[in-house]
């Protein structure tokens, strides 16, 4: 069983997320139910989650009220959850009827959870969304091994402890076996977290106690579907669009970005970069285009519509200010694209620039790397506060706020010479090769099932709010 905020698209559509893109060939591959939020509002909260084929797995979904979805979704997720999770305290708002409305919702999916699995099934759980989905079905006696994963970065201890319901939502991931984070750096601020405000101590290299129970925890790097991509970004088709593009593209060189609309991803900074560089070496004008895609995400909430008018305006200055009659410098897509339009415009690109100012993970970098022509590969250039970064050491690695080295290092990207092109991407290409999204998926399930198979000794018999409920 898994469970998370959203479920992959049942109608062919291949415009998904990070998330889905991860999850779904490890699903795929074992079969089982998926569980999410359907995406719709209904009037009143629906009893059972309406099930759905998907091939070699089911899917089940909810509905949301309209007031759980605001306060829910834009509100605890979106407005508080997000922003801390991401470093960015300054755009945090919390409120105590949004906390209260993440719990209910919680709730709804142990419910939708426990009509469709017995005591002992396996559940994976994802992300911050669902937080304290262990603990409700824990006190709902299931008593099979129950994992979490977190999709994007665990913060600072000091950080996370900002949220005024930092210490219950910790205490709730004590109800899990695993609870996995993307890096050792957030394993470490996860621990740091537990040991300096008396939650528990370490008792292991991965284990630490968190109140009576004994939870273990772990680095598991998400992977993407390294051969699937490289094979889609190979076929006729794609390559035949991916030929187009570069014909059409009014420039010798592209430059591909493809983010969701959000703050976290530097898209600002992304474009005065592009500014810098040709202000420090005009000849590149008209020679390389930033093809920006930025899929629009949470415009209900007031900070993704301003990011919107934001680059509008960059990139409309930019344009006038540098571009030509048959060329400009920044082409900006607000649109979700599908997934062979992603990878036509990759394996088009002589750069990729993937530099978030904190991510997760980005399985974009990756799927640069998989995209590319062995023969002629591009370059990628990645941000140093992307997860990515640790599995990519032969990226050309930036600090995206410094802007003026950030254009350097476009530039060398741009001008890099085909042999060490080919050997930088071969580094890469060998290690996506192996940690893809295959090994991962059975990776964190085989620790988990370990996990579980030693919980007994780790975990006395459950009282007080552990025990099940009647």
Known sequence: MIASNRVPPLDGD?????????LRPVLAERGGLWLGWSGRTSASPAGRARLADAGSFAVATLDLTEQERSRYYDGMANCALWPVLHGRLDLARFDYADYTAYRTVNRRFADALLAEVGPT???????????????????????????????VPFPPAETFAAMPWA??????????????FQTRACVQNFLDF?????LGRRVGEDLVTIGWTTVRVGAFPVGADTHGFAALAASPAVAARAARLRATAGSPLTIASVDRLDYSKGLAERFRTVETLLERHPEWAGQATLFQIAAPSRLLVPEYRAIQGELEALSGRINARFGMVD????????????????????RASRVGMVTPLRDGMNLVAKEFVAAQDPDDPGVLVLSRFASAAEELPTALQVNPHDVEATARELRTALQMPLDERRERWRTMMEHLAVHDVHRWGRTFLETLSNSRSGAPANRPAPTGREACMA
């Open 14 to 22: 291949s415009r998904a997320g990070g998330l889905a893109i991860a």
């Open 327 to 346: 060329w400009t410098p920044i082409r900006l897509m607000h649109r979700t694209v599908d997934h062979a339009q992603v990878a036509a415009l990759l």
């Open 121 to 151: 099934t396996s559940v994976w759980v994802h992300d911050y969304h669902l937080m304290p989905l262990g603990r409700m079905l824990r006190n709902r006696c299931v008593r099979g091994p129950i994992g979490f994963f977190l999709h």
């Open 194 to 198: 537990v040991e300096r405000h008396r």
């Open 167 to 180: 210490l219950e939502l910790v205490d709730d991931l004590a109800a899990y076996d695993l609870v996995g």
